[in-house]
Each structure stands twice: as structure tokens, then as C-alpha cells.
């Protein structure tokens, strides 16, 4: 029944990644911090799905190696989150690849139509407005097998197109910039741990069938070299249209912050353990001693007070005495 619904996928065009489908993310817990994946009630807990009929957890493999974890909503066609290690480097632009669907979602004893339980490329044809956004960036992978990847239909969600190419294309480069620079184990291994979900809208369709997110999100957790910390940080954004031009900034938040923020959808969440409560800002400097322009502006207050205070006569004795030593010059 397997080999036929494959070879039923590749003829109706397709394309699908050999993924893993699996009852714990234990099987692929390298890309989780201390290997500890999120807490998030009545849905995921201690690497188990605590509704499989519902949330599926997937180990993404290509080409026979496991790249990143997908939390995966099959009610809603979309993910809940991926899961993924940033190392450094990142691909650039190349040609546009095909998108890929895990077969393994498909599965059934029962003759039916392909992607019921997951968004195929058909959905996305003719959105002008909307663009398969992902959730694992291809900027951000090591390899180009990697980068391949993560065009599955598993790891994106209904973006909007002017969003997802505007503040939240910013802010990717923003936060790669910094895990570049503050996320190091020594002076060269580069090693940050990305989680990016999506908040599911409560009715709003692509073609009356997979969920356009309310909001996105990302946080990253990592080893600061200079403080000698875990230090974490947040992102999250309403999906809304800013084709008017006026792109927002997306301003990094706490880790905390974060987890109330998404409280009020999937009440407690827990995304990184405890030690990567403490926010790292990239921008926040040193408090300065007074240089010694203060100092200068300070003597020249006090002189131009004891200037004013003195008497009539004594300035004009000054007076005088200027006229005489220029005139001794000559």
C-alpha cells in the first residue's frame, strides 16, 4: 500500500523528502537545547505528542541525514514550529527549487485524494498576496543539502507576501548578524539553537482549507563567549499586509516575553530550559566615564562663573592691562 501511494504522489507531480515521522523527538534531539524540546500544554511534552491524531512530530531527513524537527498541526496544515542548530555560513540565493510533502502525513489504508492532511503546492497557486514562508530559513543553513531541505511544505506557512519579504526578511539578517557575532562556544565554533513557529489565526483560510498564521515567532538560545552565559532572544510579529511601504521593525525581546506572549494561545509554554532566561542585547553598551571633553566643559562653567562675578573695576583694570601687554608685543 506504501509503494502504491508513492508511486501514486509521483505521478500526479508530487515531490516528496524522505522524512521520519516518529512517536518522540528523542530520535532527533540533537537539534533541541540539552536535547529538551519545548513544553507546550496539551500538545507537546517530554518529546511526546500528547495529541498524535492531531500534532505530528517529524525528524526532516535529506539525503539520508536528519536536518532539522517539525512539530506539524494537521487540522490547521501547518507547523506549529522547527526546530534547527545555526552554525555559521548560509546559502545564498540560487534558482527556485521545487517544494516538497512528507508522504508519511498521507498514509492510510483508505483510497483518497493526496495532501489531506497538509498543504500542497496547489494551495499556494494563484495567492497573489501570500507566499510559502518558512519557518526554517534556507539563509541560515550550513550546506546546500540543507538548504535544499527546507523546501517542504511541512517547514512553511501562508506568509504574507510584503511581510514575509519586509520586516521579516529584516529581522532574519538582523538576528543571523548577531548569532554571527555573540553566539560562540570559543573564538571560531559558531553554535546557536533556533526555534520559529507560527500562531495559528482562528479562521482565516487558504482556499478554505490551510490556516494563515496570526503571527510568527522566533527565539534563539545560545553560549555568549564574552559574558560566559546562556543568553536568548525573541522575536514575534503580526502576518499582516505592509505593502503601504511603512515596513514596521521588529524589535528583540525576551525569552520571557515571549513564552507570556504565547501563553495566550497555547496557554503555558515553555520553549528553551531555564538557563537561557537572560536576554542578550547586542546593543547595549558600557556606561562611559567623563571623558575629558566633560571635564573641559566643567572648568569652563566654573571659570565663566568666577568671571561674571568679579567687579566693574577689576574688569577694568583687566582692560588696561590687556592694552598694555599687546602693546609690549610690538
Known sequence: MQLFFFTVLLVLGFPFIMTEVVDSFSQCSGFFFEGEPPKINDIL??????????????????????????????????????????????????????????????????????CVSQACTQDYTNQSNLSRGHLFPKSYAADKDTAKSTFTLTNAVPQIESFNSGSWSNMEKKVKNEMDSHCKKDNSMILAYVLTGAVPSQNKLMKEKVNIPSHMWTAFCCYNITSQKWVAQAHWAENIDESNGKCKTISEKSLKDLQDFLKINYKETILFK?????????????????????????????????????????????????????????
Open 45 to 114: 511534552e517530554r518529546s511526546i505528542s500528547l495529541d498524535n491524531d492531531r500534532y505530528k512530530l517529524i525528524c526532516q531527513k535529506y539525503n539520508g541525514t536528519k536536518r532539522y524537527a517539525t512539530l506539524y498541526d494537521i487540522k490547521n496544515k501547518i507547523p506549529v514550529f522547527s526546530a534547527y542548530t545555526y552554525t555559521g555560513g548560509g546559502q545564498k540565493k540560487n534558482k527556485t527549487r521545487k517544494w516538497m510533502i512528507e508522504p508519511q502525513l498521507e498514509m492510510t489504508d483508505e483510497m483518497r485524494e493526496p
Open 274 to 330: 531555564d538557563q537561557c532566561l537572560e536576554m542578550l542585547n547586542a546593543h547595549v553598551s558600557q556606561p562611559l566615564e567623563a571623558d575629558s571633553d566633560d571635564q573641559q566643559y566643567d572648568e569652563e562653567q566654573s571659570l565663566l562663573a568666577f568671571l561674571i562675578s568679579l567687579p566693574a573695576k577689576v574688569w577694568v583694570g583687566l582692560r588696561n592691562y590687556k592694552y598694555e601687554f599687546v602693546w609690549t608685543l610690538f
